[in-house]
C-alpha cells in the first residue's frame, strides 16, 4: 500500500476543486462539484479519504462508519479492492508523490534510534520506492515492505533496495531485526480490529529499544472506503491506546503540514520506542 497526496494543480483544476498552495497544500472551503468530463481511472483520489474545509474540520467526502469488525469477506475485499487500485493507477500515483519533501518524518525516526547509524529500517507501504530511496542515500539500509505487485516492482528499480510484497493483513516478519519501522501514510489502511495483530508483528519486527514512526490522516475514529480504497481513521486518544496496549512507549507526536493552524493539518505523525 501507499501515501497519500493531495491532488496535484492540474487534476485539481480539472476537477473544478479550487487548491492553495501553502507549504505542501491547503483545501478550500468552496469546493465545487466535479463537472462531467471527469475521468476516474486518471484522478489521484485522497486515499485518506479527508478533506478539510479552510479553517473547519466539516467533512466532505462519503461518510465513515464506526470501527466496527468486519467480516472474514470484508477483510479479504479490503486488500483486494485497495491493492488493485494501486497496482491499476501506479505511474499517476508516483508522478503525484515523487517531489514530496517527507524529510520532517524521516528525521523524526532517525533522532530516536540508539546507537551508531547506519540503521536498518523497514518502510512500511514503501509505495514505488521514494523514501527507500532517500533513507539508502543517507547509508542505511533499507528494507521496503509493499502490499501492492506494480508499486513493489517500481520501488524496486527506483530505489535498487530489496522490497519485499506482503499484505498487511498477512505479514512475515523477521524478529529483532530493524533498528527503526518508518510506516509513512500506511497504517490507516489496515481495518480497526486488525490493526492490534500488525502493531504486534511491527514490535516484534522491532529490536530492543526500536522506533516506529507512523503518519495517517486523522479522523473520529471511523473507517471506510474512499472510492476503491479503504481507510481508518483515529484521533490521538484511540491512537495512543492502540500502540500503549502493543506495548510503544510514546516519544513525539505533531501535525502535518507544518506551519498551518490544527484545521488544516489532517496528518497525525507519531514516534514510539518499543518498551
Not at 514530496?100 to 523524526?108: K, L
Not at 524496486?156 to 501514510?185: I, K, M, T
Not at 529499544?209 to 476503491?228: D, I, K, T
Request: overall charge positive; glycine content about 6%.
Amino acid at each position: 500500500m501507499a501515501q497519500f497526496s493531495p491532488p496535484s494543480p492540474d487534476i485539481a483544476q480539472r476537477h473544478s476543486i479550487q487548491v492553495v498552495r501553502q507549504n505542501s497544500y491547503q483545501l478550500n472551503s468552496n469546493l465545487r462539484t466535479y463537472h462531467q468530463g471527469w475521468r476516474p481511472k486518471r484522478l489521484i483520489t485522497l486515499a485518506c479519504a479527508v478533506l478539510w474545509h479552510m479553517g473547519t474540520q466539516q467533512r466532505i467526502l462519503p461518510r465513515m462508519k464506526p470501527l466496527l469488525n468486519l467480516s472474514p469477506q470484508a477483510l479479504d475485499e479490503v486488500a483486494e479492492r485497495t491493492l488493485a487500485y494501486y497496482n491499476q493507477h501506479a505511474e499517476d500515483f508516483f508522478a503525484g508523490t515523487r517531489e514530496h519533501d517527507v524529510r520532517q518524518n524521516m528525521n523524526a525516526l532517525l533522532q530516536f534510534i540508539e546507537g551508531p547509524a547506519p540503521f536498518t529500517i523497514l518502510d512500511f507501504g514503501c509505495g514505488p520506492g521514494r523514501d527507500l530511496k532517500a533513507f539508502s542515500a543517507l547509508g542505511h539500509t533499507v528494507i521496503g515492505l509493499e502490499g501492492s505487485a506494480r508499486f513493489a516492482e517500481m520501488a524496486r528499480a527506483y530505489s535498487g533496495c530489496e522490497v519485499w510484497q506482503q499484505d498487511f493483513l498477512a505479514l512475515d516478519l523477521p524478529v529483532a531485526h530493524f533498528d527503526g519501522v518508518f510506516a509513512n501514510a500506511s497504517l490507516f489502511h489496515v481495518p480497526a480490529q486488525a490493526l492490534p495483530q500488525v502493531l504486534a508483528q511491527l514490535h516484534a519486527a522491532l529490536k530492543p529499544q526500536g522506533v516506529l514512526f507512523s503518519s495517517n490522516p486523522r479522523g473520529h475514529n471511523e473507517q471506510g472506503w474512499q472510492g476503491e480504497r479503504f481507510g481508518t481513521y483515529h484521533d490521538l486518544p484511540h491512537w495512543r491506546q492502540h500502540l500503549t496496549a502493543a506495548g510503544f512507549t510514546e516519544l513525539l507526536h505533531y501535525y502535518r503540514p507544518p506551519g498551518l493552524p490544527r484545521a488544516q493539518q489532517p496528518w497525525l505523525a507519531s514516534v514510539w520506542r518499543k518498551a
